[in-house]
């Protein structure tokens, strides 16, 4: 695999955060749709199918591409990325916004063997390369039960990629059978050697009871854990459950229809 392009970049901000990036002539870094900030004159902006790294590029034909792309919308992502280039003369510079309060995540691909597992809505951008695709959780138990965790992004390459994820960030070092029982929405990434399945809490008074869901996350090294303390679903959820609704009412806490919304909200690792 050629190697990404290699950007230099700067973190801005304590809660709402943003990263430039610093491109030379000719570098490139990939984003999702929506997360640009601001650049300077000389970028050039392109929307494109896939990443734009060589094994989406080095795929036969347009179907073939088509496709690479199209398997994103299985995370709920767009089928397109936008594609931010040095088109001009000298050092040029791009942003890109966090989405929600939280942290920015910078990754190099090379310190961990070159793949790194990210829940769907983590990946914020990319130097050109680095290759965005997906990775299916192949255990029945993750699939059926992880909320969350059933279909995750894959960051495979030797470049810079950059994750955002809410609240407070913590990284984890597994050692060889080590294992962390983590809420499945509070997992941001892990390294590609860390096997991952889906529990389930064995107390059913405390799966019903206790708020926090029928299974978590059980993650067994060795390797690399990032966790987040505030992930977004839940930062809505509590939002929304605050919040006057229509028609000027508002739920009592010991209203029946908080009763029924949390017991579905058990499913959701939130």
């Given amino acids: 695999m050629p190697y990404a392009h290699e950007v230099d970049y700067k ?3 304590d809660d709402m955060q943003f990263v430039e990036v610093e491109l030379d002539e000719g570098e490139s870094v990939v984003a999702e749709a929506g997360a640009f900030m601001m650049m300077t004159d000389g970028i050039r902006m392109e929307t494109i199918f896939g990443d734009g790294s060589s094994k989406d590029s080095n ?15 299985l995370t709920g992502e767009s089928l397109f990325m936008t594609l931010f280039t040095n088109a001009g003369y000298g050092k040029q510079k791009v942003s890109f916004a966090a ?3 939280g942290k920015i995540i910078p990754l190099d691909l090379r310190e961990y063997n070159g793949k790194i597992i990210c829940q769907k809505d983590a990946f914020l951008c990319a130097a050109k390369g680095v290759s965005i695709s997906i990775e299916f959780v ?3 138990g993750a699939g ?3 909320g969350e965790g059933f279909i995750m992004q894959r960051l495979e390459g030797d470049g810079k990629a950059f994750l955002h994820a809410g609240g407070t960030i913590i990284k984890k070092e597994l050692s060889v059978g080590e294992r962390l029982r983590v809420d499945t929405g509070c997992l941001v990434a892990m390294t590609g050697n860390v096997d991952y399945d889906i529990e389930y809490v064995g107390n059913i008074k405390t799966a019903f009871f206790g708020g926090e869901g029928l299974f978590y996350a059980t ?3 060795p390797g690399t854990v990032w966790v987040q303390s505030l992930p977004f679903s839940r930062l809505a959820d ?12 508002r739920k009592d806490e010991g209203n029946v229809f908080n009763m029924l919304g949390g017991i579905g909200n058990l499913f959701d690792g939130d």
């Fill in 11 to 13: 973190i801005y901000g």
């Fill in 59 to 73: 795929d036969s034909g347009f179907m073939g591409k088509l496709f690479n792309a199209g398997k994103r919308i």
């Fill in 99 to 101: 989405p929600y309060p």
């Fill in 138 to 140: 192949k255990k029945l």
């Fill in 144 to 146: 059926f039960f992880g």
């Fill in 219 to 221: 993650l067994r090294g």
């Fill in 238 to 249: 509590r939002i929304y459950h605050a919040a006057p609704h229509v028609g000027g009412n």
